[in-house]
């Protein structure tokens, strides 16, 4: 399938999505209590139980979505789709099954599609943290929704 890019500019100042399953909480939190100087400087969101405990126990000031299961993630892969997320730290469990598998699946397919910044785990989130493309702006490639819409309706026999 030809797919038709473009570039996007991320700046300075990341938009940054904060995700974890509920036996992942506690890592998550500590790895934002690790990194608490670099992330305030960065808009900072996530799926709403993560958020709050991460608000609540770093002081750091987090934009709260749905929770995860009742519509957070998708909330999440709606804004990546408008580029509007940089970077996911989403520390997933990979020993627990979740009610909400479609929309975790849908999650990483679309911060994958978008070729976002993502984390799963500490050892990639303190490789993204300390990266100096975090610190510094930097321009991806990621699909033009625009263009491929056109071009689909053009090739779409009716
Ligand atoms: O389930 C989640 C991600 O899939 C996280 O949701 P909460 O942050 O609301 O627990």
Same mark, same amino acid.
Not at 86 to 97: K, N
Not at 105 to 117: F, M, V
């Given at each position: 399938?030809?797919? +038709?890019?473009?570039? +996007?500019? +991320? ?6 999505? /904060?995700?974890?399953?509920? $036996?992942?909480?506690?890592? &998550? ?14 808009? /900072? ?7 709050? *405990? *991460? ?9 709260? $979505?749905?929770?995860?299961? /009742?519509?957070?993630?998708?909330? /999440? ?13 989403? $520390? ?14 849908? &999650? ?7 070729? *976002? ?10 490789? *993204?943290?300390?990266?100096?493309? $975090? ?24």
């Amino acid at each position: 399938m030809y797919i +038709v890019k473009k570039t +996007v500019h +991320v700046n300075k100042r990341k938009n940054i999505a /904060l995700v974890a399953h509920d $036996f992942k909480k506690d890592e &998550l939190l500590n790895w934002t209590l690790k990194h608490k100087d670099i992330l305030k400087n960065h808009n /900072l969101m996530g799926t709403g139980t993560t958020a709050t *405990i *991460i608000s609540q126990h770093t002081g750091l000031e987090v934009e709260k $979505f749905a929770s995860g299961p /009742l519509g957070g993630d998708q909330q /999440l892969g709606a804004k990546i789709s408008e580029s509007l997320i940089d970077v996911l730290i989403f $520390f997933w469990d990979p020993l627990e099954t979740q009610p909400h598998d479609p929309d975790v699946k849908a &999650l990483l397919r679309i911060s994958t599609l978008y070729n *976002i910044a993502i984390a799963n785990c500490e050892t990639s989130a303190d490789y *993204i943290i300390t990266s100096p493309m $975090f610190s510094g702006e930097y321009d991806i490639e990621i699909i033009d929704n625009l263009a491929n819409i056109e071009n689909r309706a053009e090739q779409i026999k009716l």
